[in-house]
């Protein structure tokens, strides 16, 4: 939004990414302890390596790294999603991509909120992993009734977020005091409440069916469970948090360690056991619940349908010569495992680009444009490149792994919680809730490669590149 008078979503985003930040900080004080690790850790990888410093500089994801985070929660009613799309809308986020977690025993499926334009990303990556139950899964009809008529009485928007959330859509924008409130409104949501909405029995009966449907159901909103920093080097996080008292789960989800990372690799570690209130309690807080974890993420490079491919197909193939899901007991075989299966994939980027595996950001280069105007010129992608006119850095991976999802879902839920759901993905029903289709996350990828090789073909003045 850029019309005078109203402050740019990018703007709000990031005011409201920082406001969550400092909530966070103050709801979960291991937060503040993992921020320093990450902060620490990233000066040292910055000094040690410059060809990572190098690559983060030329990319401008530099100035991008001390605010880079994503949240998640988890939301009871596709009227609740659908609002939620709205007031993520007034930030300049939208839905993109669709994880069904079904299959990893989570009656949940997602998308995850987030800028979709590089310079908007590049403003504030905030990103917000969002989930809605899916009461359909629930076969216990006299549970399913409780949950739908908890659901029905919350209301987990504040009179004046909706308010502002239709004046942002009647005028097109928000002005300072507007979005200044907005930002204070809007954080409501994902606050905290340590009021239970149903009685002590009631949260039983919803905790025996599924931990996650006590946490989603049980409480006055969808309080953000855990608020992920992004670190520059995974392993050595892994590492140094029990030495800062942080046990983090056996193994980190996704690729293993790569000298070029590619897509996401996380690890999570459970934070709070938090005392709770049902509502027969008369005030006397009794009752205790897990929902908040911590997570950290190492962010490599976005790979094309044909990486991905390749992606899952090691992965599967390391997850199955295993036999049984990555645990504590087979940590180190399954980290070997990755890693003997991984070895086929390139680990290079020269290797990542030209065999068309991951997504790539041209940039022209100062002898590209010194020749501008001599009388030869390459003309093709692959020319430029050889005659060193342009260069190429890999575009880093904004969005989610369902598999590595359900690992972080199933290590902070505990290993009671796995079960076995019948329903099938279900997209089309989830983009009823939403009120709007998700958006392709390959095809925004496929985007920025664009305009970044139409940008450099205009200012070395050759033609379009493709
Ligand atoms: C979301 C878990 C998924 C990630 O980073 O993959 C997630 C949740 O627990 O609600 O955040
Ligand atoms: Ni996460």
Not at 89 to 117: C, E, N, W
């Amino acid at each position: 939004m850029n019309t005078p008078g109203f402050v740019k979503s990018d703007e709000i985003r990031t005011q409201f990414s920082r406001a969550m930040s400092e909530m966070y900080k103050d709801e979960v004080p291991l937060y503040g302890t993992l921020i320093e690790l990450v902060a620490e850790t990233n000066s040292k990888v910055l000094e040690s390596n410059k060809a990572v410093s190098d690559y983060l500089n030329r990319t401008g994801e530099i100035e991008r790294l001390d605010m880079e985070r994503h949240g998640a929660i988890r939301v009871g009613t596709p009227e609740e999603l659908a609002t939620i799309a709205r007031l993520f809308a007034v930030m300049g986020m939208q839905p993109v991509g669709y994880y069904d977690l079904t299959p990893a025993g989570v009656p949940v499926h997602s998308t995850a909120f987030r800028a979709i334009h590089e310079d908007s990303l590049q403003a504030s990556p905030f990103r917000v992993f969002t989930s809605l139950l899916r009461l359909d899964l629930i076969e216990d009809k006299e549970l399913r009734k409780l949950v739908q008529a908890t659901l029905d009485q919350r209301q987990i928007f504040t009179q004046n977020a909706l308010a502002l959330i239709e004046k942002f859509e009647t005028n097109g924008g928000l002005d300072a005091k507007d979005a200044r409130d907005f930002i204070q409104e809007a954080l409501e949501t994902f606050r905290w409440h340590h009021d239970a909405t149903v009685t002590a029995k009631e949260y039983q009966r919803l905790h025996d069916q599924h931990r996650l449907i006590a946490d989603v159901v049980a409480f006055k909103g969808p309080h953000i469970n855990h608020l992920t920093p992004r670190t520059l080097d995974i392993d050595i996080i892994q590492d140094g948090m029990p030495q800062k008292g942080i046990i983090p789960k056996a193994v980190i989800e996704g690729p293993p360690r790569r000298k070029c990372p590619i897509l996401l690799r996380q690890t999570s570690f459970k934070a709070l056991q938090e005392v709770i209130a049902f509502t027969d309690q008369n005030g006397s807080a009794k009752g205790s619940h897990t929902a908040r974890f911590g997570e950290i993420e190492q962010r490599g490079a976005a790979l094309t349908p044909k990486g991905r491919a390749l992606y899952d197909t090691l992965l599967n193939a390391a997850r199955s010569e295993l036999g049984e899901f990555p645990s504590e007991s087979n940590a180190e075989k399954y980290t070997e495992l990755l890693a003997k299966h991984f070895r086929e994939f390139p680990d290079s980027y020269a290797e990542l680009h030209d065999k068309g595996l991951a997504y790539f950001r041209y940039f022209p280069t100062q002898e590209g444009i010194a020749c501008r105007s001599n009388s030869y010129r390459p003309s093709s992608r692959q020319d430029l490149i050889e005659q060193g006119h342009i260069q190429y850095e890999p575009l880093v991976y904004e969005d989610f792994l369902p598999v590595s999802a359900a690992g972080i879902f199933q290590s902070n839920l505990g290993d009671d919680s796995q079960a076995h759901y019948v329903g099938s993905s279900n997209q089309e029903e989830f983009e009823k809730a939403l009120g709007q289709k998700v958006t392709n996350e390959l095809k925004l990828y496929a985007d920025t490669q664009r305009r970044s090789l139409l940008e450099c073909s205009t200012i070395l003045a050759v033609p379009p590149l493709v």
